[in-house]
Structures are given as C-alpha cells and as structure tokens.
C-alpha cells in the first residue's frame, strides 16, 4: 500500500522560504505523477503544482506561480516543493498526493493523499 508522509511545514514570516517534502512509500515511486495541494480554512482544496513520473514536465497553479517550485527525486522516493515569498494567504494545510497515468492536471484523478503538513505565514 502506498503511503505519503509530508514534513517540513511551519511557521513562517512575510517573505520568507519554506521546503516541504513528501515521502512515498510502498509504491513504485517512479510510476506516480505527484502533486501538490494546499487547503485554507473554511476553503476548498486548491492545486498548487504538479510534476511528471521523470520530473521533465511540471503545471503550476495561478497563485504559486513564480514562487513554489516543485521537484523530485526518484531514487529517495520523495517530492519537494520549494516555497518563497511567502505570503499570509499561502497559510494553508499542504498535502502531496499521487495519481497514475501522464496528466499532470486531472486532479481527481490523484487518489493516494498524504496527511497534510501546516505552513503558516505571518503578516
């Protein structure tokens, strides 16, 4: 059974950078298109950035932009998503998610979920 595990999370100011990691096990890692999504109170879930099984191909959500920075490496079985300038909406619970298949943008189609990690950004 394949698992994710996220770390990395915090507290953090304006303008500041955060790393976050995420990973898999019981799965053959190179098969996942990975993604990650993020979750603000009272908000529905919002794609922030995926990539492809190999890492050549990423999509990136409208609001991440410029900023968020996602990666991966097959061979420690763990995706990355590199933050910076953070701001206070990126203040959300961040989850890594895996799919099968090349779409990097069917996101129902990811149906393996992390727990999620908390980022907040203070003004």
């Known amino acids: 059974q394949v698992q994710l595990v996220e770390s990395g999370g915090g507290w953090v100011q304006t303008g500041d950078s955060l790393r976050l990691s995420c990973e898999v096990s019981g799965g053959t890692f190179s098969k996942y298109v990975m993604g990650w999504f993020r979750q603000a109170p009272g908000k529905e879930r919002e794609f922030v950035a995926s990539?492809?099984?190999?890492?050549?191909?990423?999509y990136y959500g409208d609001s991440v932009k410029g900023r968020f920075t996602i990666s991966r490496d097959n061979a420690q079985n763990t995706v990355f998503l590199q933050m910076i300038s953070l701001k206070p909406e990126d203040t959300a619970v961040y989850y890594c998610a895996a799919k099968e298949g090349t779409s990097l943008t069917s996101y129902v189609s990811f149906r393996v979920w992390g727990q999620g990690t908390q980022v907040t950004v203070s003004s």
């Open positions: 990539i492809s099984r190999m890492g050549d191909r990423y």
